[in-house]
Structure formats: C-alpha cells, structure tokens
C-alpha cells in the first residue's frame, strides 16, 4: 500500500521520540539488574518471547481474523513493552525496577525475535507466497530506529543526568502526542474500513489484551515471585509498545500495510483502560504482600 508524506516522517519521528525517552530513563544498571532479578527475569522472557505469541496464534485462528490484521495482531504480540508499562506498574504498585530491566532486556531482544515473529506470521496466515520478508537492510533499519534513540537517550543520562531529568517530562509528553497521531493518522487513513475492521478485530484486540495481563500476572504467580513482582510481569506483558507496530507495519520501508496497523492501533486505545482496571485490582494485593527475595 502506498504511503503518505505525513506517514513517512511522523513514524519514524514518532518512534524516534519514543525511544529516545525510554533511554532517558535507562541506565547500564538496568541491564546489571538481570544478575539481581534472575528468575523474575527469565520467568517474564518466558511468558513474552514464547506464550504470549502462542496465546496470540491461537486468538487470531479462533477469531477467523483476515490475514492482514491477524499478522498485526501477532506483531503486537512480538513487540516490547516501554514507559507506559512502567507508568502502570508504578502505579499498581509493581515492582519497577524489574519492569525497567524487563523493558531494556526485550527491546534488545525484540531485534531478533520481532522480525523472526512477524515473517513466521506472514508464512502463517499470508501463506509462502505471500510472505513481505524483512531483509537485512530493513532489520537494519529497525535496529537503528529502536536502538539509536535509546542508545542515545542512555548517553544524555550517563553525561548529562541533570539534562535527562529535565527532558524527561517533555519528551514523555511529546511521545503521548505522536502516539495519538500516529493512531490518529492510522485510522484516518483506513476510515472508511474502519467500522469494519473494528468489527473483525476489536474484540479480538481486547480479548488478546485482557490474555496478556493475565498470563503475565499467572504465571509468575504459578512461578512463586512476589506479588510486586507478578505485577510488574503483568503490566510488562500487558502494556505493548503499539507505536513500535504501527510503525513496523505501516512504515514505507518496512511492511508498509496500514490494514496490519489496525489492530495495534486498536489495542492502544483498549489497554490503557484494562491496565486501569487490572491494576486496581491488584494494587490491593500489592498492598497486603510481603516483600520475599529471590
């Protein structure tokens, strides 16, 4: 599909800003934390780079979803978490420090297993010969897009940590605003199907979000982590970075398919309200629990 001007600066701008506050507020520390939060770590890998695609394999095939936005569902699915999550988690009451570590950890990762994700995908449910594979030139752009901003970010607040905290509040605004525009611009640009394809993948988007909230709060909770830290695994694995895949898929220099941005840009509105609510209810649990260590 063919892209606008408009959509050609503001996604990559948008994701750019985006990055660039979530390095802002990352530090090396928060990758040494892997070594403190061991099990917590890997239990919350677990549940983002394995069950969660499998949880949303399974959602789009029952829900008959059309190709298009079933592999939009399943790129959310392959996307990170970020600020919002971590916004959510404090909250509720979660542990955020894992949730910082959580998010870092992911957004390195997601390099690889965002594209593996998302050409499986396409093999799926486009068939083989359907597939958009994303080259190394376009993995290269990702990795440039996602990491260089954040690299940059964690730069300005290893030099500059007084410049980082004032930017902070600035930058986090701005990146609500290019997130309401790049919802906004999306749904615009899909108007007139836009009825329609609330219909096919609205409840499907809501269904998959309310599966990621509770597998990331279960199964930690099966896996005997405190509380705080269930919740932060919960808000992690709940909260995904929509712009990230309303990005990669409406990009003209990567899928360039503003249908597969549809249900990103549905989810982002609908788990601002169901992370509301699930935190509610267990911010009360957070409350009562004893802090254990690992």
């Known amino acids: 599909m063919g892209s606008s001007p408009l959509t050609a600066i503001l996604l990559p701008l948008a994701l750019g800003v985006i990055m660039l506050g979530l390095g802002l507020g990352l530090t090396p520390a928060d990758f040494r934390r892997v070594v403190v939060y061991p099990r917590a770590v890997i239990v919350g890998l677990i549940c983002q780079m394995l069950l969660l695609p499998l949880v949303c394999f399974g959602i789009a095939k029952a829900f008959g979803l059309p190709p298009a936005l079933a592999v939009g569902l399943m790129l959310l699915a ?17 542990d955020v420090a894992l949730n910082v570590t959580l998010t870092a950890v992911n957004s390195v990762l997601s390099l690889v297993t965002l594209p593996l994700i998302v050409n499986l995908s396409l093999a799926a449910f486009m068939g083989e010969g359907r597939v958009i594979p994303l080259q190394f030139s376009k993995v290269l752009q990702v990795f440039v897009i996602v990491l260089g901003p954040v690299c940059l970010g964690m730069l300005v607040r290893n030099k500059k940590p007084e410049l980082a905290a004032r930017l902070d509040k600035p930058v986090r605004t701005v990146s ?13 640009k899909e108007r ?5 394809f609330f219909q096919q993948v609205g409840v499907a988007a809501l269904a998959f979000n309310i599966a990621s909230l509770a597998v990331g709060y279960l199964v930690p909770r099966v896996a005997r982590l405190p509380e705080r830290q269930a919740i932060a695994i919960g808000m992690e694995i709940g909260i995904h970075n929509g712009t990230l895949a309303i990005a990669i898929a409406s990009g003209p220099t990567l899928l360039n ?9 549905i989810y982002s509105l609908i788990m601002f309200f169901t992370a509301a609510i699930f935190g509610a209810l267990v911010s009360r649990r957070a409350e009562r629990a004893v802090p254990a260590a690992i």
């Open 78 to 94: 392959a996307s990170p978490g970020g600020a919002t999550a971590n916004l959510f988690s404090h909250l509720a009451k979660g």
């Open 192 to 196: 007139a199907n836009l009825a329609e």
């Open 176 to 188: 609500a605003v290019f997130l309401l525009l790049v919802i906004l611009s999306t749904v615009l």
């Open 257 to 265: 398919n503003s249908t597969m941005a549809i249900p990103p840009a």
